[in-house]
């Protein structure tokens, strides 16, 4: 029987401690070493105790999250979710802490409705950190900008690329966009995340690769080559379809698909029926198994497909499932899919 995941949470809120302790009383394989309510105490309680997971507020009295954050990467890297309301300003600090190398981050809430706990979907977010390794990443600057005679070009010609990821999207992401030129066809993504997350993410992005314009996906866009959208965190589904002026988007209310608002696999089946043989799907790192059939119906529609490989990704879930079902034309390390996505053919 595997050992028990020891879980340190740091919160300078008394309630919030109590919800995510509270919601993890159901789970016998995640054992809570400790309750710190600020990184003062959290430091002791680290070397005492030893925690496999680090559940950590953003925002705390004497030093923040993300101080705290940078001082456990580079002396004692553990895994790291960090805890954020739901602000455009904690938005930015968390995409931060993502490219730092926190596993993930999760919506703060201080109230919860009858019979619910806001932190139930928490434990499953903790399980998975306990299971990777931290990666010390740092705040890295701009890619170096090349030289239109220096760029790479599109072996074939796409109508449409569509990607797919979830946690450890944020940076996989930047790494795929930044191999592409500003001549690329249009790219729609799907990458799960909170409302404010994914327009602080699109902003940061557009601000980095000059050669894409980047941007949160809005209702009925047409889309044009060199343009990136993605799809907005909240309570709509991000689509396309094919009218008079070409590739739009559409953005759709609807209940969650496995679990999630945005889904994958709604974006991917949508381009597998627009698009089709002329479109390009990716599929990232993430948990669970959103995007894994939409890929399957990608490829059977004739697209050319591409899962990221195990060794390269934070979580192997989405991949892996799609690699199973045979959905993947190309099982790609992520440093290699900018490459194999511009040398790939159409059918």
Same mark, same amino acid.
């Given at each position: 029987?595997?050992?028990?995941?020891?879980?340190?949470?740091?919160?300078?809120?008394?309630?919030?401690?109590?919800?995510?302790?509270?919601?993890?009383?159901?789970?016998?394989?995640?054992?809570?070493?400790?309750?710190?309510?600020?990184?003062?105490?959290?430091?002791?309680?680290?070397?005492?105790?030893?925690?496999?997971?680090?559940?950590?507020?953003?925002?705390?009295?004497?030093?923040?999250?993300?101080?705290?954050?940078?001082?456990?990467?580079?002396?004692?890297?553990?895994?790291?979710?960090?805890?954020?309301?739901?602000?455009?300003?904690?938005?930015?600090? /968390?995409?931060?802490?993502?490219?730092?190398?926190?596993?993930?981050? *999760?919506?703060?809430?201080?109230?919860?409705?009858?019979?619910?706990?806001? *932190?139930?979907?928490?434990?499953?977010?903790?399980?998975?950190?306990?299971?990777?390794?931290?990666?010390?990443?740092?705040?890295?600057?701009?890619?170096?900008?090349?030289?239109?005679?220096?760029?790479?070009?599109?072996?074939?010609?796409?109508?449409?690329?569509?990607?797919?990821?979830?946690?450890?999207?944020?940076?996989?992401?930047?790494?795929?966009?930044?191999?592409?030129?500003?001549?690329?066809?249009?790219?729609?993504?799907?990458?799960?995340?909170?409302?404010?997350?994914?327009?602080?993410?699109?902003?940061?992005?557009?601000?980095?690769?000059?050669?894409?314009?980047?941007?949160?996906?809005?209702?009925?866009?047409?889309?044009?080559?060199?343009?990136?959208?993605?799809?907005?965190?909240?309570?709509?589904?991000?689509?396309?379809?094919?009218?008079?002026?070409?590739?739009?988007?559409?953005?759709?209310?609807?209940?969650?698909?496995?679990?999630?608002?945005?889904?994958?696999?709604?974006?991917?089946?949508?381009?597998?029926?627009?698009?089709?043989?002329?479109?390009?799907?990716?599929?990232?790192?993430?948990?669970?198994?959103?995007?894994?059939?939409?890929?399957?119906?990608?490829?059977?529609?004739?697209?050319?497909?591409?899962?990221?490989?195990?060794?390269?990704?934070?979580? *192997?879930?989405?991949?892996?499932?799609?690699?199973?079902?045979?959905?993947?034309?190309?099982?790609?390390?992520?440093?290699?899919?900018?490459?194999? /996505?511009?040398?790939?053919?159409?059918?």
């Amino acid at each position: 029987m595997a050992s028990p995941v020891k879980v340190l949470i740091v919160d300078d809120s008394r309630t919030v401690r109590a919800m995510i302790r509270h919601a993890f009383q159901s789970h016998p394989d995640l054992v809570i070493t400790g309750e710190a309510a600020n990184p003062i105490e959290a430091r002791d309680m680290i070397i005492q105790d030893q925690p496999d997971v680090i559940t950590l507020d953003i925002e705390m009295p004497n030093i923040n999250g993300l101080q705290f954050l940078e001082k456990i990467m580079r002396l004692r890297p553990i895994p790291v979710v960090m805890v954020s309301s739901l602000t455009e300003r904690n938005a930015e600090i /968390a995409l931060t802490a993502l490219q730092m190398g926190a596993f993930d981050c *999760y919506p703060k809430a201080t109230a919860t409705v009858p019979g619910t706990n806001a *932190y139930a979907g928490l434990a499953g977010i903790v399980r998975q950190a306990a299971r990777s390794k931290p990666v010390v990443r740092g705040v890295t600057s701009a890619p170096e900008t090349l030289a239109p005679s220096e760029r790479k070009n599109w072996a074939q010609s796409h109508d449409l690329i569509a990607i797919g990821s979830s946690t450890g999207g944020v940076e996989a992401i930047e790494e795929v966009l930044s191999g592409f030129p500003a001549n690329s066809p249009p790219i729609v993504i799907c990458q799960h995340m909170p409302a404010f997350f994914t327009a602080s993410f699109a902003n940061r992005l557009d601000k980095k690769l000059a050669s894409l314009s980047i941007a949160e996906a809005q209702d009925r866009e047409v889309l044009k080559p060199g343009t990136v959208r993605i799809a907005p965190g909240g309570t709509r589904h991000l689509t396309v379809t094919r009218g008079d002026q070409g590739l739009t988007t559409r953005l759709l209310p609807g209940p969650p698909l496995n679990g999630h608002v945005p889904s994958v696999d709604m974006l991917f089946d949508s381009v597998a029926e627009q698009v089709g043989p002329r479109s390009l799907g990716i599929i990232l790192t993430g948990m669970g198994q959103d995007g894994a059939e939409g890929l399957l119906a990608l490829k059977k529609s004739g697209a050319w497909t591409i899962a990221q490989d195990k060794a390269s990704c934070v979580v *192997y879930g989405m991949p892996r499932v799609a690699a199973e079902l045979g959905a993947a034309s190309q099982v790609v390390a992520l440093t290699q899919i900018s490459a194999a /996505a511009m040398n790939a053919r159409t059918r």
